[in-house]
């Protein structure tokens, strides 16, 4: 059975930091495409991070550059969003997402940026 459980979502102050974690299973995570959804009420989901299968490759939305950076992990199956610098407008549910042949999403965490 396939799952992508993330974790690490939160309330936290703007400036702040978190670190999101989306742990795989039920696939060979090796092989997929990794990336990072975000959607805010009332908005889109829209594309924040994606990182190459190897983790050779990344790119990020203009908005997070420099703030955000997503890792990987392929020996624990685990792909990471570490988020600096956090913004009112970083405030929405993250998904994570694996693309090959197959696309699997997780379930959501969410993160609000808040004072």
């Known amino acids: 059975q396939v799952q992508l459980v993330e974790s690490g979502g939160g309330l936290v102050q703007p400036g702040g930091s978190l670190r999101l974690s989306c742990a795989a299973s039920?696939?060979?995570?090796?092989?997929?495409?990794m990336s990072w959804y975000r959607q805010a009420p009332g908005k889109e989901r829209e594309l924040v991070a994606a990182?190459?299968?190897?983790?050779?490759?990344?790119n990020y939305a203009d908005s997070v550059k420099g703030r955000f950076t997503i890792s990987r992990d392929n020996a624990k199956n685990t792909v990471y969003l570490q988020m600096n610098s956090l913004k009112r407008e970083d405030t929405a549910v993250y998904y994570c997402?694996?693309?090959?042949?197959?696309?699997?999403w997780g379930q959501g965490t969410q993160v609000t940026v808040s004072s």
């Open positions: 039920g696939f060979t995570f090796s092989s997929y495409a």
């Open positions: 990182i190459g299968s190897a983790g050779g490759s990344t």
């Open positions: 997402k694996a693309t090959n042949f197959k696309i699997y």
